[in-house]
């Protein structure tokens, strides 16, 4: 493994963990294309009639495996009867494609469509609420979560994203990856107006005039793999498709050294800057599901 994708591998599983035995594996959950996307799934032993979804998205490096053994959704989702989905993807250094038209685009066949595909399988076989599609992803995962906020903003009711960039960010690059992209925009150079950024969201799904995902983002002011301007871009692009602007700032929130950043009324977009963090910021699970309305 190349020197920073050990490092980006490093810090998004830690330097151990045990495996946990708890995933099952899904085979025929629709169609892969030429994506070779995996999927495996947690399911509460416990579940009400209609539960809610979490897709939750590894970054760069990483697996579905690694994410579900390195975060903490599990009691949450046992608690408050939710499925989880952890899938993985071998390809570009196991980067989620995030660069190519047909990931971008409404029913291109490409990774997003596929793992709109897996959301289907799931509501189709658990009864499974699909109003209440939650994602929530890391790095290449956070950037993946901005990519299916745009190509699919009727099948996602919030996500949460952990230091990403914004949708769009590396379109036409070669790849997704910090080997295959030129990484002019994990540097933060790729800075566009709200307007700029609402143009390509649009373009990703043309005719569609519906609601946007509510949207939380966090990121570190000390990342130096993706840079802290990519948060600026990322509300940037999602105030405007929301509609809301910046309204106020509330500090050590939810913790010390934590500045929340509300637009609007705080219920359609939050941006989290974490000071002295750098990449990636940790997962915050109870506040994810406090944003998605589950607890």
Known sequence: MLPILSTIATLLVGSSF???????????????YDTRLTMKIYVPSELPSNPAILLALH???????????????????????VI??????????????????????????????VLINMVDYIVDEYNADANRVFVVGTSSGCMMTNSL?????????AVSCYSGVAAGCLAGQKGSSPISSDRECS????QKTGEEWSKQVHAMYPGYDGNYPRFLTWHGNA??????QNLIEQLKEWSTIQG????????????KGYTKMVYGDGTKLVGISAA????????????????????
């Open 276 to 295: 002295g963090v750098g990449h990636v910021v940790p997962n915050h699970e109870e506040e994810d599901f406090k944003w998605f309305g589950l607890i």
């Open 244 to 255: 809301v602007e910046f309204s106020k700032n509330e500090t050590d929130t939810p913790e």
């Open 18 to 32: 045990t495996f946990a035995q708890t995933l099952q594996d899904v085979a025929n959950f629709g169609p892969v």
């Open 187 to 190: 540097n933060g150079n790729v």
């Open 149 to 157: 906020s745009a190509t699919y903003p009727d099948r996602v009711a």
């Open 223 to 228: 990342d130096t793999l993706v840079f802290y």
């Open 59 to 81: 970054g760069c490096g990483g697996t579905g495996q690694q994410y579900f053994s390195s975060t903490k959704y599990t009691g949450l989702a046992d608690a408050h009867g």
């Open 84 to 113: 989880l989905i952890y899938p993985s993807t071998p390809k570009d250094s196991n980067c989620w494609d995030n660069h190519s038209n047909k990931s971008l685009s409404h029913g291109g066949h490409g990774d997003t469509e």
